[in-house]
């Protein structure tokens, strides 16, 4: 990278600290330079897991801040398709399955209306209405609505996951960098995915590789809990020694 454009980059992350937000209007009159030189910019720092992109701008990452989830499900959508299709073919005809409020998860559930007569449990509106027009019996978990995640979580959703058994359930990730297992920025979600985790025959993560260098702020199962973990071809070695999960499967 050439020092100009070093430079360039630098000053956007610190206007970036200073107003969370940006747009790429303004950015391009700030820094005398062409808007699509500045979605370039965008584009590698969003690479970097430094910000986010949004329409016309983008947003400061933090670890503390949660995407919505149509910004989440525009991110890394080629990598996520093909982590979905890997997984839908650990599902059989006749499985209870269980979905956290992850948007990698949302592609595979397009893909469960070739199965037949599944049983799907999930606290995600998006996979709500993602499977609403298909074949198989859906059963939303109950609670507290989460605005930012269009989810459910709370304790009457944590009592009626304990008394359901599952095939596979399938968890994601906001990050995981400096822990054993994968983290969350909703916290009321954790007792949930924990109670899946432990009712379910086999658990599956779903992320793609840029998560392991991201943090997330409340871990909510270990590595270990985990039969397989579906990412892409980019996996560092260092990550992969580190998750230790016996099945990797890079798509």
Not at 72 to 101: C, H, P
Not at 102 to 129: A, F, H
């Amino acid at each position: 990278m050439s020092k100009k454009n070093q430079d360039r980059r630098s000053e956007i992350q610190k206007i970036l600290i200073r107003q969370e937000s940006v747009k790429v209007e303004e950015l391009a009159e700030a820094l005398h330079v062409t808007p699509e030189t500045i979605r370039t910019d965008l584009n590698y720092l969003e690479q970097k897991g430094f910000l986010f992109r949004k329409h016309g701008g983008a947003a400061l990452r933090t670890g503390n801040t949660e995407m919505p989830m149509d910004i989440r499900m525009q991110e890394n959508t080629d990598v996520k398709k093909a982590i979905s299709e890997a997984a839908f073919e650990l599902i059989k005809d006749d499985m209870v399955l269980y979905f956290g409020a992850s948007s990698t998860p949302l592609y595979l559930g397009r893909m469960l209306v070739l199965r037949k007569n599944l049983t799907v449990v999930t606290t995600s509106l998006d996979m709500i209405e993602t499977l609403a027009s298909g074949p198989h019996k859906i059963i939303l978990l109950g609670g507290y609505y989460h605005r930012i995640g269009r989810s459910l979580s709370g304790e009457s959703a944590r009592e009626m996951v304990s008394e359901i058994h599952f095939d596979i359930s399938f968890s994601g990730m906001n990050g995981c960098r400096g822990a054993d297992g994968p983290c969350t920025l909703a916290t009321d979600e954790i007792p949930i995915d924990k109670e899946a985790i432990r009712n379910s025959e086999m658990n599956v993560l779903m992320s793609d590789s840029s998560k392991f260098d991201m943090t997330g702020p409340f871990q909510y199962a270990q590595f270990r809990d985990f039969d397989i973990l579906i990412t892409d071809s980019h996996l560092k070695q260092a990550d992969r020694e580190r998750v230790k999960i016996r099945d990797i499967r890079e798509v």
